[in-house]
């Protein structure tokens, strides 16, 4: 299996173009405190990063909204459920369906 690496500025901007910064209730229908966003940093560089990033962003959202994905300092992780495992290979129709309501909104950021 290969192993791919991206820089930390390439995976906010992977990250960023697959949510909606501005949903402080969850993501798409999928609603609730557990489906807010953040983005999660281990030093002060991503910390410094994911900021800029963020203040970027801010510029290229329709005024009336604020970013409301958190920046947090990384703790302890669990695994998920194995019901959560391999999502979109056990779910395909859900998850085709799911992908469809993403890609209604489209972050058009430059950043």
């Known amino acids: 299996m290969m192993s791919h690496y991206f820089s930390y500025n390439k995976l906010?901007?992977?990250f960023f173009s697959v949510i909606d910064p501005t949903d402080a209730g969850g993501?798409?229908?999928?609603r609730g405190a557990q489906y807010?966003?953040?983005i999660f940093y281990t030093?002060?560089?991503?910390?410094?990063?994911?900021?800029?990033?963020?203040?970027k962003l801010k510029h290229t959202i329709d005024k009336d909204k604020a970013?409301?994905?958190q920046?947090?300092?990384?703790?302890?992780?669990?695994?998920a459920e194995e019901?959560?495992?391999?999502?979109?290979?056990?779910?395909?129709?859900?998850?085709?369906k799911e992908q469809a309501d993403r890609n209604q909104y489209k972050n058009s950021s430059d950043v």
Do not use: C, G, M, W
């Not at 993501?27 to 999928?30: A, T, V």
């Not at 030093?43 to 203040?55: C, G, H, P, S």
């Not at 920046?71 to 695994?79: N, Q, V």
């Open 43 to 55: 030093n002060n560089d991503q910390k410094e990063l994911a900021e800029d990033y963020v203040e």
């Open 27 to 30: 993501q798409f229908q999928d």
């Open 83 to 96: 019901e959560h495992q391999d999502f979109y290979k056990k779910n395909p129709e859900r998850y085709a």
């Open 36 to 38: 807010q966003t953040a």
């Open 67 to 69: 970013i409301a994905t």
């Open 12 to 14: 906010l901007e992977i």
């Open 71 to 79: 920046i947090l300092p990384a703790s302890e992780f669990y695994k």
